[in-house]
């Protein structure tokens, strides 16, 4: 929770920031059966519930909760296809695998 | 066709800054700023060798949450800004990302005589058809009989077709895409950005809270749909039946050609002042 303040020579401050708000991430975890291996996260904190990665998903394997916000319905229909990943309007989804194979989520 | 994962576009972005970034839900400013950055971090460019400018507009605020040199200038000016850039330091790559409004109606001027001057600079229009950032007035690309705030009416002037306009101008690479067709505009700004002179795509994109509300185009998923629905490659509409083409936007790289470029111009004229200087 620590707070950055720039100030210019005058001592006027022209920046501010609370770090609290940077990158956090809050993840949806999805507990996942059988062979799957590889859930999708879902940056609550980022997304506006637009709708569109659950309209585009080819494998239907997301919907959306009463309030809009989208989750995996049926996490072992992913096909780790990426397009929710790449049509999401601010970075709030993935739908990738890592390079392993495995699953893939905030550092 | 390099696959970018989620966590490289987030390495892209500039952690001090407020995130979600301002951009209303669903438009396509996210979509198409995700875009640039897998087209950039697939070619495994060193960043400080890329410079990002812009004008003012909500799709112009993109320089403002990537990590590269940028420069968020003046309403129509972007362009301007990016000359004077590859001006003065002719390896860097320029990126100039534009609205509708800022690059065609107050930034006209800027837009046609690069192109006629063939400068090496990557034009990225994003057009959703209207002024965004400042409440939703008519621009010149916004098409017949959509209502904006200043025609309640519906507009009745006459439209830009982007790239005819930059081809006529002479512009070297011309295409068009749409915030939907992500993987096709990657190639394209891959291309683009490795063509050696001035290069434009005109972005078909969706503002869904002014301008979908305002024409009733429905939500952020339905105005992705209509960029799928009613958009053709341009390889393909040979094959098409003419009925089949009514009302679409064609899509595609419409011209890639090589002429001189400005930049390597000018130091030619120097070196030859420089050597009949010495005699
Ligand atoms: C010289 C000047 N004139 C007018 C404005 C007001 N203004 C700010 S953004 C804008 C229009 C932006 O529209 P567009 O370029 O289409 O971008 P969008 O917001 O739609 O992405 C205008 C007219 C300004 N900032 N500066
Ligand atoms: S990666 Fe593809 S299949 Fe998996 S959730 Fe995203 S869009 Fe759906
Ligand atoms: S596309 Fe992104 S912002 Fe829109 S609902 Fe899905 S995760 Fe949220
Ligand atoms: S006003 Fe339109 S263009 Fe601007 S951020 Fe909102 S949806 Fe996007």
Redesign the pocket.
């Known amino acids: 929770m620590s707070q950055k303040v720039e100030k210019d020579r005058t001592g006027t401050i022209i920046r501010e920031e609370d770090s609290s708000e940077k990158m956090t991430v809050e993840v949806n975890e999805v507990k996942t059966t059988g062979d799957f291996d590889a859930p999708v996260y879902i940056y609550y904190n980022w997304c506006k519930k637009c709708g569109i990665c659950v309209a585009f998903c080819p494998t239907k394997c997301l919907a959306r909760k009463a309030d809009g916000s989208p989750y995996v319905k049926y996490p072992e229909k992913c096909i780790h296809c990426e397009t929710c990943d790449r049509l999401c309007p601010d970075f709030a989804i993935t739908g990738a695998k890592d390079k392993k194979g495995g699953a893939y989520g905030p550092k | 066709m390099g696959k970018v994962s989620q966590r490289v576009v987030h390495d892209f972005l500039r952690h001090d800054k407020k995130f979600p970034h301002v951009w209303c839900s669903g438009c396509s400013?996210g979509t198409i700023l995700g875009t640039i950055i897998r087209a950039i971090a697939e070619q495994n460019l060193d960043r400080n060798n890329i410079t990002m400018v812009s004008?003012?507009?909500?799709?112009?605020r993109m320089p403002v949450y990537i990590d590269l040199n940028t420069l968020h200038s003046?309403?129509?000016r972007a362009i301007a800004f990016a000359t004077g850039i590859k001006t003065f330091k002719p390896d860097m790559k320029v990126i100039v990302v534009?609205?509708?409004?800022?690059s065609t109606a107050?930034g006209g001027n800027h837009l046609i005589h690069a192109a006629r001057r063939n400068i090496d600079m990557t034009v990225i229009v994003?057009n959703?058809n209207?002024?965004?950032?400042?409440g939703g007035q008519y621009?010149p690309t916004t098409p017949d009989d959509a209502k904006a705030t200043t025609s309640p009416y519906g507009n009745f002037d006459r439209q830009f077709d982007i790239c005819d306009l930059v081809i006529g101008a002479g512009a070297t690479y011309v295409a068009r895409s749409s915030a939907f067709h992500t993987m096709e505009l990657q190639k394209m700004i891959v291309d683009a950005m490795n063509h050696k002179g001035f290069s434009i795509i005109d972005v078909i994109s969706a503002?869904p809270v002014i301008y979908g509300r305002m024409n009733k185009k429905g939500g952020p998923p339905e105005m992705m749909q209509a960029m799928r629905d009613n958009t053709v490659l341009n390889t393909a509409t040979a094959k098409l039946p003419p009925e089949k083409l009514e009302g679409k936007t064609i899509r595609g790289v419409f011209k890639n050609v090589q002429c001189p470029e400005y930049c390597e111009q000018y130091a030619k004229v120097v070196e030859k002042i420089k050597e009949t200087s010495d005699e």
């Open positions: 400013n004008g003012i507009g909500c799709s112009s003046l309403h129509g534009t609205g509708d409004g800022d107050i994003v959703n209207i002024y965004g950032m400042t621009s503002c």
